[in-house]
């Protein structure tokens, strides 16, 4: 079965950086999470779009921002970088709010 | 503060053993409960997850128990294996919103040979 796909799997970037993160979800789910997982924490909510729409806000600094698009994947754009956004950035995809989700392979970012 | 606790932080289980681990919520209106199994480096993977319109779900080795009234829920792994060694998290998401979850701290779970 198809499952949540995720790019860069690995990304490294310095202080003030920009970077960006891909999410593309399972076929037929149109709704997309964001979770930042630190080392050895649980992840946390960062953002959420139901049908093209923001539909839930986290604890998400304002340099990020994200969308997600007419074919229903998300990007995650993270800009003026910090050493304490490195972390593991996962995406989850739903059958709609309210159902079963289900992780991608997740995006290592690393900021030096 | 954390509104789902998880319990306990790390498990060693012998293998055939059952593995228990507990989480209890505040928030009343929660109304979905999953368990995750995460290897290092790895997402996330569903293992099981409940309603509180039932007081157990059984999913091959693993059930949840549910118990309303008191805000709590476990996972019980049955004949517990090697390669059940994984990090396990409970979560929760309340009804009235957009589906987001909220998880527990994590519980690291090794089964010995």
């Known amino acids: 079965a198809a499952g949540v796909i995720q790019s860069p799997r690995h990304l490294i970037k310095e202080k003030r950086e920009t970077a960006t993160l891909k999410c593309y979800p399972i076929?037929?789910?149109?709704?997309v999470y964001w979770y930042q997982q630190g080392p050895g924490q649980d992840p946390q909510f960062l953002i959420s779009?139901?049908?093209?729409?923001?539909?839930d806000k986290g604890s998400i600094p304002d340099r990020f921002s994200a969308q997600q698009f007419s074919d229903y994947h998300s990007e995650l754009n993270m800009s003026s970088l910090e050493l304490g956004d490195s972390a593991l950035y996962f995406c989850?995809?739903?059958?709609?709010?309210?159902?079963?989700?289900?992780f991608g392979p997740g995006t290592r970012l690393t900021v030096t | 503060q954390q509104q789902v606790k998880q319990s306990p932080q790390s498990l060693i289980v012998q293998k055939g053993g059952i593995s228990i681990i507990n989480c209890a919520y505040e928030?009343?209106?929660?109304?979905?409960f999953p368990w995750y199994q995460q290897f290092p480096g790895k997402g996330p993977a569903l293992l099981i997850a409940?309603?509180?319109?039932?007081s157990e779900k059984k999913e091959g080795r693993f059930t949840i128990s549910f118990n309303k009234s008191a805000k709590q829920f476990s996972l019980h792994i049955m004949d517990s294996q090697p390669g059940d060694s994984a990090t396990y998290f409970c979560?929760?998401?309340?009804?009235?919103?957009?589906?987001?979850?909220?998880f527990g701290q994590g519980t690291t779970l090794q089964v010995k040979p």
């Open positions: 989850a995809s739903s059958l709609t709010t309210r159902t079963e989700q289900y």
């Open positions: 076929p037929r789910h149109d709704t």
């Open positions: 779009f139901y049908e093209k729409m923001q539909s």
């Open positions: 928030n009343t209106a929660f109304d979905y």
């Open positions: 409940i309603r509180p319109d039932v």
């Open positions: 979560a929760a998401s309340n009804g009235s919103n957009t589906g987001k979850l909220i």
